[in-house]
Every structure is written in structure tokens, then in C-alpha cells.
């Protein structure tokens, strides 16, 4: 089905990757080189690490959001739940079966969609049954969650009644913009159905009323609107979309104000929940506003070390990695990503392959939610296909044409020299993913890198090869997907 989505293009292959792997072979007066900015990282603990602040749930919901350019394949199955076993489900295999608008089919097509996703199938029929079918569905970033509910907003709208018929909240300005964009793409030919941003900066003068059929916001500028200025009102709703549930939930304030606003919908509205997790909090803050729901699941693909293939490249110092990962960069691979401990060694790092005119992303945690968006944007669309970064994208990022991870510093716990497996796999996890096959290169500098490398084979019950230069074969490994 994959093949069938307008994801993103997979690079080019590399067909000559042998050739330049080879060139990862370290000059034998390198130690001798003069020591460079990158050294400075040396100098860094590795507690220093530890100063760098944990991205919020909703940073990371963004950078999840921001990283997809299509729908990723699944092939976990997708489980369903009803209270009513009355009430039947079926699937669709294209959108004509949905008997949508020709208005709301164009604009599927021209937004590249072709046939449904995964969890498309299951829960677009229910979402537009008549009557309406309340849902809960949880499945991770990128297979189809926004889409589908767009979709179903859109269907829902009466256009020739002024007012407000569907509402959608998301727990941050960012995240609601995205969605605005999503639905305003798909209803692009529908020139009769309106759509607001309430969020941060927008405002309503005096006196004036929201009337626009889709609001997209957050939960402190709609209760504002509803409770405060009464210039919103929900009483003609008929769709109420909670989006990102999980961190709405985690972040504070706004699942008070959810149910404040779900207390001004009429009992008619349509209630849809989407969230990327189905743990307890989730589920019970679902059963408190959504009545009788339906449940779709769609299980998360569970991160593994069974298609990377990982291999090690000893260096003698500072000055050595930094030849070895200035090599690395030249591998005509899809994506890379090169992991640092620290923001000081990513930075440091960032800066010399620059000023040496390689082109590369820096990400970190110092950076504001609208400068990360710009980074993984270029990064997604191909300006840099190197990204220089920090843990903070160590979780929950992935990138389908990613096929090399390079960890430029070993991960370990914040403090010591331990090795922070989990980490490990988390990093490397942003590889091999949706089936294919990934790479995984360890730079290691000294005896105590080597031990770090053991502890993680260890943990891991594995073995890291270190990359020969002359064996053609396992190079040639590296280009196959």
C-alpha cells in the first residue's frame, strides 16, 4: 500500500557507497593534526548533558508532526472495540466508497492520498456513518490520524448554515496550526465552508460573533471565546475532535478546560478522540466526555536491532572522529543523523563540517519550537540530509529515508561513563525503520569507548563488528535496503 501514498521520494540509493566507505581509513599523521573546534567537546563532562532540558510532550508531538511528509506503512493489525455488537464495522479500500463531495474527493487526490491508510479503512466509514458514531482511536504520528479526522469535519459541515458546526482542539498553537493546514488543504475546493485559527494573537472585536464552521484551537483561547468574551458559540456543533489526548492530558490546565468546553457541545455532537498512546490516563479521560465510543486501535511498530546493521570505527582522538565523520557525510546515503552527549559537542561539531562546506542541521533543546520546525522542515525536505543533534531527538522521530545513524558520541548515563543502553537503541532506532533495512556506525575513541561498546553488546546480546575497509562485500551491505 505504501507504494500507492504520496510519501516522501527515498533518496538515491547508493550504488557507489563501497568507494566511499573506504575512504572512512584514518591518515596515519592524523594524531599529529593540529586539535580543531570540535576538541572543545572533549573538555565537557558528561554531566553537562544532564543541563539540557527534556522536551515537553507536545515539543515532541510537533517534531513527530513536522517530520512526516506521508503516511507510513503499517503492517501491525488494527484491533477494534464496540459496546454495541450490534452496531456493524467495515472497511474501505478507496475513498470513492465513501460517497464524499466531488469538492472533498479532489481534494484528497491533490493532496497526493490515493487509498486509505491502515487505520483510514476502519475508521473512515465510521466516522461518517449516519448517525454519527462517537470514536476513540489511538495510533501513532504519521498513519493518517489528522486526515481522517479533517476528512470527517469537512463532511459534517452544512454549508448554508452560518455558524460553527465543528470544532477541533490541539494542546499548543503549533500543533494547532498544523491542523489548520491540513484542513484547510483537503477543503481547499470547498470555497463554501470557512475555517479559524483561536489561538494566541487572534483576536475578536466587540460586539462581533465567530461564525466560521470549523474552529481549530487551543483549550485556553476557545474557553476564552465560549466562557469569557461569548463571542464563540457551540450550540450548533456537530463534530468535536480531541486531538493529541495523550498530551493534552500531560500538559497542565488543559484537560480541566476540555471538559469545560465539552460541557457547552450538544448532546448530538459527534465526539472523536485521537491520541498516539492508550495508557490509562488516556482512557479514562476518553470514557469521561465520550460516550459509547468506538475504539480503534492500531498497535505501535516496536523499535529493534534485528535490520540495522551496527559496526564501530576506532579512532585514536578527537581530531581522528572528526576525519572519520567528515568521511561519513560524504556516504550517498538517504538521511543521516549524527548523535553528540552533548549540546556543546553538537554544536562544536555542526560548526567545523560547516566552515569545512559540508552542509548540515543542528537541533538541540536550546532552540525555540518555531526554529526547531524550520530545522526538521529543511531536513525533511531534503536542504540537508545531514542532521547534527542531541538526545532530544532520540525518541519517537522517525524519518523514512533515514537509513544511517552515526553516534558521534557513545551514550551514557548522565554523570559517569556507564553506557545508557536504552538510549542505544532508542538512537539507532531512527534507522531501519517500517522494514528496511539501516545502519548504525559507532565512532569510538579510546579504551574507554571500547568498554562502552562491550557493555552494549552485552546488554544487547550482540555483536558489533568493526568496518573493514577491504572487505567489499560487507560495504557493499550498506547500500541494500
Keep these: 500500500m505504501s507504494d500507492d501514498w504520496a510519501k516522501a521520494a527515498e533518496e538515491q540509493e547508493a550504488k557507489d557507497l563501497a568507494s566511499k566507505v573506504q575512504t572512512l581509513s584514518i591518515p596515519e599523521d592524523a594524531s599529529n593534526a593540529k586539535p580543531a573546534a570540535a576538541t572543545e ?39 477494534v472495540y464496540r459496546k454495541d455488537p450490534n452496531n456493524p464495522l467495515y472497511s474501505v479500500k478507496d475513498f470513492e466508497a465513501l ?119 487551543t483549550p485556553g483561547k476557545v474557553l476564552d471565546w465560549v466562557k469569557k468574551y461569548k463571542c464563540l458559540d457551540l450550540s450548533q456543533c456537530r463534530v468535536f475532535v480531541l486531538d493529541e489526548a495523550d498530551v493534552m492530558i500531560a500538559t497542565q490546565g488543559h484537560q480541566d478546560q476540555s471538559v469545560r468546553i465539552h460541557k457547552h457541545l450538544p448532546s448530538s455532537c459527534q465526539m472523536m478522540l485521537f491520541s498516539a498512546t492508550y495508557e490509562d490516563q488516556v482512557v479514562e479521560f ?16 516496536e523499535e ?3 535490520n540495522i546493521r551496527q559496526m564501530y570505527v576506532e579512532c585514536k582522538n578527537e581530531e581522528e572522529k572528526y576525519l572519520a565523520i567528515s568521511n561519513i557525510y560524504t556516504i550517498p546515503v538517504g538521511n543521516s543523523m549524527f ?62 529515508s533515514v537509513n544511517l545513524v552515526v553516534n558521534y558520541d557513545l551514550p551514557v548515563k548522565p554523570g559517569s561513563r556507564e553506557a545508557d543502553c536504552e538510549t542505544y537503541l532508542h538512537r539507532i532506532g531512527r534507522t531501519g525503520r517500517f522494514g528496511k533495512t539501516g545502519n548504525a556506525i559507532n565512532i569510538v575513541e579510546g579504551r574507554s569507548d571500547i568498554l ?8 544487547f546480546n550482540i555483536k558489533i563488528a568493526k568496518l573493514d575497509y577491504n572487505n567489499v562485500e560487507e560495504i557493499e551491505k550498506l547500500g541494500e535496503d
Excluded at 463531495?101 to 483510514?120: A, C, H, V
Excluded at 543542528?362 to 525533511?380: C, I, K, M, Q
Design 99 to 217: 460517497n464524499l463531495r466531488k469538492e472533498l474527493l479532489d481534494g484528497i487526490y491533490d493532496m497526493g492520498f490515493k487509498l486509505p491508510s491502515k487505520i483510514q479503512e476502519t475508521a473512515l466509514p465510521t466516522l461518517l456513518a449516519d448517525p454519527p458514531v462517537n470514536m476513540i482511536a489511538q495510533s501513532q504520528s504519521g498513519t493518517g490520524k489528522t486526515a481522517a479526522f479533517s476528512l470527517a469535519m469537512l463532511s459534517r459541515i452544512d454549508p448554508k448554515k452560518r455558524c460553527t458546526q465543528a470544532l477541533c482542539l490541539s494542546p499548543t498553537l503549533e500543533l494547532a496550526l498544523q491542523t489548520l493546514e491540513s484542513i484547510t488543504k483537503m477543503g481547499m475546493k470547498c470555497t463554501d465552508i470557512s475555517i479559524r485559527a483561536a489561538v494566541k494573537g487572534e483576536t475578536v472585536a466587540r460586539g462581533q460573533s465567530v461564525n466560521e464552521h470549523i474552529v481549530v484551537g
Design 452 to 459: 562502552i561498546l562491550k557493555e552494549i553488546e552485552s546488554h
Design 41 to 79: 567537546a572533549a573538555e565537557e563532562t558528561p554531566s553537562e548533558a544532564s543541563t539540557e532540558e527534556a522536551l515537553t510532550a507536545a515539543e515532541e508531538s510537533l517534531m513527530r508532526k513536522v517530520m512526516r511528509k506521508g503516511i507510513i506503512e503499517s503492517k501491525n493489525n488494527v484491533e
Design 304 to 306: 529493534t536491532l534485528e
Design 339 to 400: 548523535f553528540c552527549h552533548t549540546k556543546r559537542s553538537a554544536s562544536s561539531l555542526a560548526s567545523r563540517l560547516k566552515q569545512d562546506g559540508h552542509q548540515v542541521a543542528l537541533l538541540t533543546g536550546d532552540l525555540t519550537p518555531d526554529e526547531r520546525v524550520r530545522v526538521l522542515t529543511r531536513y525533511r525536505e531534503g536542504q540537508e540530509r545531514v542532521l547534527i543533534c542531541t538526545n532530544v531527538l532520540a525518541r519517537g522521530i522517525d524519518v523514512e
Design 286 to 301: 476518553a470514557e469521561a466526555i465520550i460516550p459509547n465510543p468506538v475504539i480503534i486501535r492500531l498497535h505501535r511498530n
